[in-house]
């Protein structure tokens, strides 16, 4: 399969937890972002890179969340102290940039649920 | 930053009737625009894109037009079929950094 990968797809935490996701993007690709979607929203933008490079974060990612990608190629989001309202379905996207499209490619998603 | 609107919310279609979706952005700066289609539990897809050197694109029953000045783009779907039902966003980037989604379009074909 050579599209963008996630683990795990699911994950049930207590409060108070932390977790930790990996998003495999396409090989090829050099730019990586992560969302966050709710239940009929669309996606909310969290976070890119560029490369290794962490480029842009949202307000929405507070000093509890933290991103890396340390070699370029596959990422982490990191939640620490989860809360209920950090429930929600976490999308990673990757993409070619300085390529001839600028089209994103999603994964399936990791679903938290904080309970 | 950019604030993209998306309306309406749900749309209901007949088989074979057409569908529009219609998105505003506000920042001027914006020049790539994707429309997505998200199936229940499954991730969004690509279905069409644009960008703002170009005023319609048109991929077999599935158009989008960008009128920039109005800082407006539309999605068309035509011969609409059951297997079109999901849920549609529409997204505002400049240069590829950051998207902005749409609150998303819940569309129902009815048979």
């Given amino acids: 399969d ?17 977790v930790t996701f990996r998003c495999d993007p396409i090989s090829e690709h050099n730019r990586l972002y992560w969302y966050r979607q709710t239940l009929g929203q669309g996606p909310e933008f969290l976070t890119y890179f560029q490369n290794e490079a962490q480029l842009e974060k949202s307000r929405l990612l507070s000093d509890r969340f933290s991103a890396e990608r340390p070699k370029g190629s596959f990422s982490t989001l990191e939640i620490q102290r989860t809360e209920q309202g950090d429930s929600a379905m976490y999308l990673c996207a990757s993409t070619l940039v300085g390529g001839p499209a600028k089209t994103q490619y999603f994964g399936p998603g990791t679903r938290l649920l904080v309970l | 930053g950019e604030n993209v609107e998306q309306h309406p919310s749900t749309l209901s279609v007949q088989e074979g009737d057409s569908a529009v979706i219609k998105c505003t952005y506000s920042d001027s ?29 048109k991929d077999q029953r599935i158009a989008v037009t960008l009128n920039k000045t109005a800082k ?40």
């Avoid at chain 1, 683990?7 to 108070?16: L, M, Q, V």
């Fill in chain 2, 72 to 111: 407006h783009f539309s999605l068309h779907i035509t011969e609409t079929q059951p297997e079109d039902s999901a849920v549609y966003f529409c997204a505002a980037s400049m240069g590829g950094n950051q998207f902005y989604f749409g609150t998303g379009t819940s569309l129902t074909v009815i048979p």
């Fill in chain 2, 29 to 57: 700066a914006s020049n790539y625009f994707p429309w997505y289609k998200q199936e229940l539990g499954k991730r969004p897809q690509l279905i069409i894109d644009i960008r703002s050197n170009v005023g319609e694109k």
């Fill in chain 1, 2 to 18: 050579t599209g963008v990968s996630q683990n795990p797809r699911h994950k049930i935490t207590k409060r108070g937890q932390n």
